[in-house]
């Protein structure tokens, strides 16, 4: 095995373990929330308001700041 070859293996085992782990969170949080808020017999919703601007800006923004982390941490761009 080339270094090139090593390093580029070792490069994409790190990305997967992260992208994994992201996975797994993301994965329970969706399972959590649907037992958590699945209907019963005779619910009535909450009517909501929604979210403002700025939290649709930011929720939109955490993963593109969670994948720019994961570049800059792992392509070694320090």
Same mark, same amino acid.
């Given at each position: 095995m080339t270094p090139i070859?090593?390093?580029a293996l070792q490069l994409h085992n790190d990305f997967m373990? =992260?992208?994994?782990a992201l996975f797994i969170v993301v994965f329970g949080i969706?399972?959590?929330t649907m037992v958590r808020h699945r209907r019963?017999?005779?619910?009535?919703?909450t009517k909501?308001?929604?979210p403002t601007g700025t939290v649709q800006w930011l929720w939109?923004? =955490?993963p593109f700041a969670i994948l720019l982390? =994961?570049?800059y941490a792992l392509m070694g761009l320090n």
């Open positions: 070859s090593r390093d373990l =992260v992208i994994t969706m399972i959590y019963r017999a005779g619910y009535r919703p909501f308001t929604g939109a923004m =955490v982390f =994961v570049d």
